[in-house]
């Protein structure tokens, strides 16, 4: 199913950006955990748009409504369905995209696949607007983890060419990740957030977008999780990550940057520190052969710029058979990254707990 993650915790999202709600079940949550709505409102509000001046100017307060699987508090063992209303909605911005398809958007391949029933508006099903009850999910997921003393974090690691600075792949620890989760920019490096500001706000005054790289830890988390071959964590997080619209590379620990490198540079030496198996270095990025070795798990996502953009770009007319052009109208994010950081958290934390419940 191509709206689901999840193996033992089962994940499945439903509606459309302009659809009456978009929604999440999800199945296999355990019973008697008591979630706290307050911090889940808190992480929701983190996503939802409107809520800074170089997101879209879209206004959505991303409200979840409880339906089942939670009663007196508690989760009871019964799936969890949940909807988020969509309340500020301009379809007519998109009617021009049935006809003419935004370049780097799926409207085309959507095209192809459904034809004429295709809903176009706010780019339908594909629209990074399901990724709020995705967050809803993950805000679950990661309090479980939080009981386990597993804690997941993210920031902005660049815009464009501007760059923050890195975890520390060995020490990073639950404080310096709970340091971002509070900042209007998520970023370590304030500077380097307040040149990234303007940087997206310049792009947006030429009528254009910018793209960017997220980087993610989860510390913590025990050795041994995890399986070989195509169920290892790697596989799972590079699926559950690709399912957040606009990501379009992943990599892990040192990444490509291992292939110039040589065996004695990359291999991480283990060492013991009271008791407990460590490396001194993390160029695996805390996974070995799709297994946790207990170093902090660490992963860089790349964000296309948004295709959604006012500049004139060159495209076709489906129903003419010729060559056009296109100025997309609407209310569109200038750079993505921003609002992505918390879904890259939510979808780590619903991978890791399928894992570990």
């Given amino acids: 199913m191509s709206s689901e993650l999840g193996s033992r915790i089962k994940v499945q999202i439903f509606g459309q950006s302009h659809s009456t709600a978009i929604g999440v079940v999800i199945d296999g949550f355990p019973s008697g955990f008591k979630p706290d709505m307050e911090k889940i409102g808190l992480f929701m509000h983190r996503r939802a748009p409107g ?7 879209r206004l959505e307060k991303d409200e979840v409504q409880i339906l089942s699987g939670i009663f007196d508090g508690f989760t009871v063992g019964a799936p969890i369905c949940a909807i988020i209303e969509n ?5 007519s911005d998109y009617s021009q995209l049935r006809d003419i398809p935004r370049p780097g958007h799926s409207d085309y391949s959507a095209y192809v696949k459904y034809g004429k029933f295709h809903d176009i508006r706010g780019g339908g099903h594909f629209s990074g607007r399901l990724t709020s009850p ?6 679950l997921c990661l309090q479980l983890l939080e009981e386990r003393g597993i804690a997941i974090g993210a920031h902005i690691l660049s815009v464009a060419d501007i760059y923050d600075d890195a975890f520390d792949a060995v020490n990073v620890t639950t404080a310096d990740l709970k340091t971002l989760s509070g900042k209007d920019l998520t970023v370590i490096n304030d500077e380097a957030g307040l040149r990234m500001k303007e940087r997206i706000k310049a792009a947006a005054g030429e009528g254009d977008s910018l793209g960017g790289i997220i980087e993610c830890a989860a510390v913590n988390v025990p050795a041994g999780i995890g399986e070989p071959v195509f169920d290892g964590i790697e596989n799972r997080l590079a699926a559950a990550v690709f399912g957040i619209p606009a990501v379009k590379g992943i990599e892990f620990g040192a990444g490509f940057g291992a292939a110039m490198l040589k065996g004695s540079e990359n291999n991480d030496e283990f060492f013991y520190s ?8 993390n160029n695996h990025g805390g996974v070995l052969g799709g297994i946790s070795t207990g170093m902090p798990i660490i992963f ?8 959604s ?3 004139e770009q060159n495209s076709v007319s489906l129903s003419n058979g010729s060559d056009t052009v296109l100025s997309v109208k609407g ?7 921003p609002r992505a950081v918390p879904c890259i958290e939510a979808v780590t934390a619903i991978v890791l707990a399928d894992f570990l419940i």
């Fill in 87 to 91: 309340t500020d909605i301009r379809s």
């Fill in 274 to 281: 009271d008791g407990i198996v460590k490396t001194r270095t």
């Fill in 134 to 139: 995705l967050c809803f999910a993950g805000a």
């Fill in 309 to 311: 953009i006012s500049r």
């Fill in 331 to 337: 209310r569109h994010d200038p750079c993505i990254v």
């Fill in 300 to 307: 860089r996502a790349a964000v296309k710029p948004t295709p």
């Fill in 51 to 57: 809520s800074s001046e170089i997101t879209t100017k």
